[in-house]
C-alpha cells in the first residue's frame, strides 16, 4: 500500500515536470520562430508574402498544440514506469528487511526459549556446581547458535546472492542431516522416530547454519504433524551436479490446494491453526535454497504423507 501511493505521488510529479517542460520548450520555438521573422521584409513582398507567414504561423501553433495532446497521453504512462524503476530498489530492501524481522521472530523464539527454560529450571532451587555448570553450558549453546542464526538471517535479508556467496565454505550435507536427526530425536521423549539414510561424503558450497536450519525445519514440520507411532526418514542423494535431500512423512499430509498455499509466508491450513507455529518455516526454506541456487518442491496427499525434496547444486562459486 505504502509502494503504491508513493509510485502514484512520483508518477505525478514525475508528468507534472515534464509537461511544464516540454511547455516551456514549446512556448519558447514559437516565441523564437515569430519573434525573429522580418515582418517588413514579407509587407515589402506583397500581402500574399505576408498570409502565407500568417499560415505558417497557424500551422506551427497547431503542430505544437497536438504533438503536446500527444504527449499529454504518453508522459504519464512513461512517468509510471520511471517512477516503478525509481522505487524497485527501495521495494526491494525493504522487502529484505521485512523478511528478516519474520524470520527472525520465528527462529529466534526456540533458542530464546532453551534458555529461559534452563535460567528458571536453574533458579528453581539451590543446585550442585554441576548441575549450574550444565545449565550455562546449555544455554551457552543455545545463544551461540542464536547469534550465528542473526548473521546469517541479517546476511540473507540485507545482501545479493552475489554477496552471500562470498562467505560460503564447503559444507557437509551428510553431517548437518545426521544433526539435524540427532537434535530432534533427543527433543521429544515420545513421538515419531527420526532416521536418516545418508553417510554419502556428499558436500555443497553454502552455509551450513543456513543449511541445516531449512532441513531442520522441513523435519520440525514432519514431526509436528504425524503420530507417535510414525516414522520420519530423511534421505540424502547425488545426480550429476545436484545434491538432493528428501524428507518424507507418513503424517496427515495435504490437499492439492493447501500444497499450493505451503511455502507462503503467515499461510496455515485452517485445520492445522490450533497447532504451534507462524507460517514462516516453509517460506524461510524456499528463501534459503533460492539463496544457495537451489530448490524446494513439496508433494503431499491428503492423509497419505507429505515428501519435501530440497535439491541444491554441488557448488555455487
Known amino acids: 500500500m505504502i509502494f503504491r501511493q508513493a509510485t502514484i505521488r512520483l508518477t505525478v510529479a514525475y508528468t507534472v515536470i515534464q509537461l511544464g517542460l516540454f511547455a516551456v520548450f514549446a512556448i519558447g520555438i514559437y516565441s523564437f520562430v515569430t519573434g525573429t521573422f522580418d515582418f517588413d521584409a514579407a509587407e515589402s513582398d506583397g500581402e500574399g508574402a505576408a498570409v502565407g507567414a500568417e499560415q505558417g504561423f497557424k500551422l506551427l501553433r497547431s503542430a505544437l498544440i497536438i504533438f503536446y495532446a500527444g504527449l499529454l497521453v504518453v508522459i504519464p504512462l512513461s512517468s509510471w514506469l520511471m517512477a516503478r524503476a525509481a522505487l524497485k530498489p527501495i521495494k526491494a530492501s525493504f522487502e529484505r528487511q521485512q523478511q528478516f524481522v519474520d524470520g527472525a521472530s520465528h527462529e529466534m523464539r526456540t533458542p530464546l526459549s532453551v534458555i529461559q527454560a534452563e535460567l528458571e529450571l536453574a533458579l528453581t532451587r539451590s543446585r550442585s556446581p554441576v548441575e549450574y555448570?550444565?545449565?550455562?553450558?546449555?544455554?551457552?549453546e543455545a545463544a551461540t547458535g542464536l547469534t550465528r542464526l542473526t548473521d546469517?538471517?541479517?546476511?540473507?535479508?540485507?545482501?545479493?546472492?552475489?554477496?552471500?556467496?562470498?562467505?560460503?565454505?564447503?559444507v557437509d550435507i551428510?553431517?548437518?542431516?545426521a544433526h539435524v536427526v540427532a537434535t530432534a530425536n533427543n527433543g521429544h521423549n515420545t513421538g515419531p522416530l527420526v532416521t536418516a539414510n545418508a553417510g554419502q561424503g556428499l558436500r555443497i558450497w553454502g552455509s551450513e547454519e543456513l543449511i541445516s536450519r531449512a532441513i531442520g525445519n522441513v523435519v520440525d514440520n514432519a514431526i509436528k504433524f504425524s503420530s507417535k507411532s510414525d516414522v520420519i526418514n530423511v534421505t540424502t542423494s547425488r545426480t550429476g551436479t545436484t545434491v538432493?535431500?528428501?524428507?518424507?512423512?507418513?503424517?496427515?499430509?495435504?490437499?492439492?490446494?493447501?500444497?499450493?498455499?505451503a511455502f507462503e509466508r503467515f499461510w496455515r491450513a485452517d485445520d492445522v491453526r490450533s497447532t504451534s507455529g507462524h507460517g514462516l518455516g516453509l517460506a524461510l526454506v524456499q528463501q534459503i535454497l533460492t539463496a544457495h541456487g537451489g530448490s524446494a518442491v513439496l508433494d503431499s496427499h491428503y492423509g497419505a504423507g507429505t515428501?519435501?525434496?530440497?535439491?541444491?547444486?554441488?557448488?555455487?562459486?
Do not use: K
Open 133 to 140: 555448570q550444565a545449565a550455562i553450558t546449555t544455554s551457552l
Open 174 to 177: 551428510d553431517a548437518a542431516v
Open 152 to 170: 546469517d538471517l541479517l546476511r540473507l535479508s540485507r545482501t545479493t546472492r552475489e554477496d552471500l556467496a562470498a562467505t560460503f565454505s564447503s
Open 307 to 317: 515428501t519435501v525434496t530440497l535439491r541444491l547444486p554441488t557448488t555455487s562459486r
Open 244 to 261: 538432493t535431500i528428501e524428507v518424507h512423512d507418513q503424517g496427515i499430509g495435504m490437499t492439492p490446494e493447501q500444497v499450493s498455499h
